[in-house]
């Protein structure tokens, strides 16, 4: 039997969070109907992460945990080792795995394009600046993945600029950052979030941006994206090659 699918999002006291990466599920099964893909949270939304490992135990021998998280930061360093190890402890029966975070696979800026296609239309414009919008870390590199992408974007499409920026723990604000596109020469400004779904924090940095400049338009989170799900298949494929005694890589 193949490894189950446990996939693990942040949670939302939003319940428009829990819809979108139930919807990514959804595709993930489409894409795969062979496997048994489950949704867990972290935090603030049902079920944990514990109780779905639990739900596994007895079902299934092993389980790849799938972290729905764009970046190498806090949760994916410390929360979900720490709850798969407690889950390893609890259930010496279910071998588990950890995936890697979506993060990093070049599908994920794909999907992100094609959301800023959707409100800004023509991305080969040399008149656009571009905000990409992202929660925000205490840890650096993870904020600098973020940076990365808005040098890679500016370069690919000869935009006026692009800047990232974040929502909490470090800055650029998205205020500061539409300001600093248009002191760059941009005539119109689109907003990019890099962030998987809706909630509380990308809803105050659309509001945000729409304050500070009335014309820029605000593309969609990644959510369900065909290429989201694509991404979410193959870390689990990467992270089930059985290793001796059928323990799991990952």
């Known amino acids: 039997m193949e490894a189950a699918l446990v996939a693990v999002a942040h949670g939302s006291r939003d319940p428009r969070s829990a819809a979108a990466v139930a919807a990514l599920m959804d595709e993930v099964r489409r894409r795969r109907p062979d496997l048994d893909v489950r949704l867990s949270f972290l935090d603030l939304s049902a079920p944990r992460l514990p109780d779905v490992l639990a739900a596994v135990d007895g079902v299934h021998d092993r389980a790849v945990v799938v972290p729905l ?3 190498h930061a806090f949760h994916a360093r410390v929360d979900v ?11 010496p029966g279910l071998a588990i795995g ?5 993060g990093g696979d070049p599908r ?3 999907a992100a394009l094609d959301r800023l296609a959707a409100v800004a239309g023509r991305l080969d414009d040399p008149d656009l600046g571009v905000v990409v919008a992202a929660i925000g870390s205490s840890h650096a ?18 935009w006026a600029a692009a800047r ?24 119109r400004v689109a907003v990019a ?11 105050r940095m659309a509001r945000d941006a729409l304050a500070t400049d009335p014309t820029a338009v605000v593309a969609g989170p990644l959510a369900d994206h065909p290429s989201v ?3 979410v298949a193959d870390r689990w494929a990467a992270a089930a090659v059985p290793a001796e005694r059928g323990r799991l890589v990952g």
């Open 164 to 187: 990232a920026a974040f929502a909490t723990a470090t800055t650029p604000t998205v205020p500061d950052a539409i300001r600093s596109v248009r002191a760059a020469g941009a005539r």
């Open 229 to 231: 799900a694509a991404v």
């Open 193 to 203: 979030p890099w962030i998987l779904a809706p909630g509380l924090l990308p809803d």
């Open 141 to 158: 590199p993870a904020n600098d993945a973020v940076h990365r992408i808005a040098q890679r974007w500016a370069a690919r499409f000869g």
């Open 81 to 91: 080792p720490g709850a798969v190890a407690e889950a390893a402890r609890r259930h």
């Open 98 to 102: 950890t995936a890697e975070v979506l």
């Open 69 to 71: 998280l764009l970046g």
């Open 108 to 110: 994920l800026e794909d």
